[in-house]
């Protein structure tokens, strides 16, 4: 019995790897401040999201979890990809990627670099009817405030992330600080450049 519990579970974490998909986003299309696609919907457990940070011009951007609420306010904790100095004229740029463990509540994230989330700057993992990509997008230029849905209490928001980087920390977090947010958060994010 105890074979065929680890045979399935075994069988299980094979189909859900194979099942996975990896969506890209372009951090900085065409040398603009934006998120190429703004949002995405859909997304399941263990898929994965890499993002690529074409930062052409001099100034860099970031992937940072904020709230619904408060879009240009980073969380805590949460995850940040930090900002990345590319060298004039390169052809290889950083990508970040995350993971997603727990695709129950939507994630939202920002461009920390001033002004560009006050611009729109922003971008979200499966928003809902009553958080909207449109909607987090105008709290961000500051053209709508948030409200909670009817029953729906304010932080219906995923847990934050923890980070997967080189060297046992990431963008901003401490080592005891990373190993306490992998061991309870449902976002794994690994930096390659």
């Known amino acids: 019995m105890r074979f065929f519990n680890s045979a399935l579970l075994a069988v299980s974490a094979i ?16 040398n603009l401040n934006v998120y190429d696609p703004p949002s ?28 619904f609420d408060k879009p240009c306010t980073a969380r805590e904790p949460g995850v940040d990809s930090g900002f990345f100095p590319v060298e004039a004229g390169a052809t290889v740029f950083p990508e970040w990627t995350i993971r997603i463990d727990n695709a129950t509540a939507p994630l939202w994230f920002f461009c920390n670099r001033a002004p560009h989330c006050a611009a729109g700057m922003v971008f979200a993992i499966n928003p809902t009817a009553e958080r909207t990509f449109d909607t987090f997008q ?6 709508a405030t948030a409200t ?13 992330p923890g980070t997967d980087a080189p060297s046992g920390g990431a963008a901003g977090l401490s080592a005891p600080k990373f190993a306490s947010i992998i061991a309870a958060l449902g976002v794994v994010a690994s930096l390659a450049l």
């Not at 105008?138 to 053209?143: C, D």
Request: glycine letters at 8%; hydrophobic letters at 45%.
């Open 15 to 30: 189909v859900s790897a194979v099942s996975a998909v990896e969506y890209n986003v372009i951090v900085g299309k065409d």
């Open 40 to 67: 995405i919907t859909g997304v399941q457990n263990g898929d994965t999201i890499k993002f690529r940070l074409l930062i052409l011009s001099a100034v860099d951007q970031s992937v940072t979890q904020s709230t």
């Open 138 to 143: 105008a709290i961000a230029k500051g053209e």
């Open 148 to 160: 909670p849905a009817a029953g729906t209490p304010a932080t219906t928001d995923a847990p934050a």
